[in-house]
């Protein structure tokens, strides 16, 4: 009962306060009455030449004041962007304008193919550094220092041998999802409790039996631990790397959208961008739910 | 009365933890004989679960060997079942899946339906089958260390090894799962070597109680037949003539004589009022309360 009462006072008060950034928004983009219209008719009277000008810079043809244009976007103008974002997504007008739906498969696409390439490497390997302290110190000094390197500094590696800029993507993907699945794999497999590994002994479980139904089971929350960190991280990535590379993905549209200084659709895909990592987040923490067992 | 001496034997057992020091314990020599049910009793540190280590194939001793059925004991073996101090059930799986894994190791080529069969019959037995789709966490000590029993006794181990297994449970419940015990081991007739702090439930569980002196240099100092009847029960067994007699001795050899034993041993001194040169090797059989001069031997400190 109470529990249910804080959270809904909690989605009022998200709601109030989503509507106080709101006005503070509205407020801040109003357009100013009195200089804006001194301005105004200062536009309201050109020179031909001047409204020649304007009109080849298709402005000026309109009944908004050109400053307002580059300003930043009202409120009404953002939900006009997210109205004609978001009524057709998937729209593709060659390479350089493309539905956000279309972006965001890229994206999507790339972290979840490199990110699935590192858990195919990180599974493994983990769990073999996990199980043997040799191999925990031989491995250890290499994801020390290859853990803390900014996955965006392998890009122009990455490009040089790979070649292919899509490539070099999904492997900045994979080489900065692959240290948070490894540590935690094998920090989950060496801290199995021995006394369920001396239960798996004593009943002669075959190694392979043990590492499924046993070992696997036991380590599963911290290893989805590591999953969600990675996931998080792969997406914070993933636009940082599709900026720098160009081409597609939810990277390169906002970077596009800031080349032609439409600044509302660069806050529209900011928060298309928010949205995902969100979802993206609340799925690894269903799949961790699943796995953890109470002690 | 037949007994089979060769079922397990343990010679010359002993074992040290960090090398050059002295030995947890050493020179231990023991036999069990098939449907005995053994108790061992000991201070902290005297290394009765490394002794049971030993026997379950967890450990290795630094010295000596263990053999049943004239095969060395070198490994684990589903031919000996374990409970675990901790409960050491698998916290993701049910009670009734953690006793299927245990069935399907024994029993590889077994239908599921089978197994589960097989599974049942056990929870049955401890009395848990209404809890069977529980996981461990949902079920109060005691359950789950029944549980535990119910999942060493499933892959039917021609030896069951308990450490301590009611150490953490309250007397109450602890008195019912002894009982359960009793009644199961004594209808299986189940080979049976348990670790224990109580006495009383020494008394009521066992055959044969072995004593352990003090580590470092712990030894079995004596093994002590349980002069009781069989059909002794945890309700009346203070009234038996003998239950005294067999309490004091064990209290006594606690409080008294496990210390006088390893200072005897640790110092060397070849002869002393406790143990003489031939008991350093085999430790001496005591019947309280029967054979009158072993049953109350004189307590000399100092």
Redesign the interface.
Known sequence: MDKVSIKIKGAVLSIIIFFMMLSVWHLATMPKSGTGKSEATVIANPTSSQSEYDLLMGKGSKDVPAEMKSGFPTLSQMGETFYKQLSDPFYDKGPNDKGIGIQLAYSLGRVSLGFLLALLVALPVGFLIGMSPLLSAAFNPFIQILKPISPLAWMPIALYTIKDSSISGVFVIFICSIWPMLINTAFGVASV?K??L??A?????SPLRKAF??IL??A?PTILTGMRISMGIAWLVIVAAEMLVGGTGIGYFLWNEWNNLAISSVIFAIVVIGFVGMLLDMFFAKLQKM?T??? | MQINHEFLKVEGLSKTYVPGSAPVFENVNFDIAQGEFVCIIGHSGCGKTTILNVL???EEASSGYAYMLGREIKG???E???V?Q?H?L????TVLQNIN??VK??FADWPKAKIEEHSEKYLDLVGLSAAKHK?P??LSGGMKQRVGIARAFA?EPKMLLLDEPFGALDALTRGVIQDELLKICSSTKQTVFMITHDVDEAILLSDKIMLMSNGPNARIAEIVENTLPKNRERATMHHDPMYYPMRNHLVDFLVHRSKLVQQAASSGSPVSNVTDITQRLKPKLVRPGKDHPLSNPSIQIN
Do not use: Q
């Open positions: 409790r006394e369920l001396n239960v002994k004593t009943l002669e479980v139904k046993v089971p036991a599963a796995v067992y109470a002690d | 379950a194939g967890l684990p073996s589903l000996r079942g374990v675990f901790g050491a698998m916290p993701w799986m894994f245990a190791s024994k996981r966490a949902e892959i």
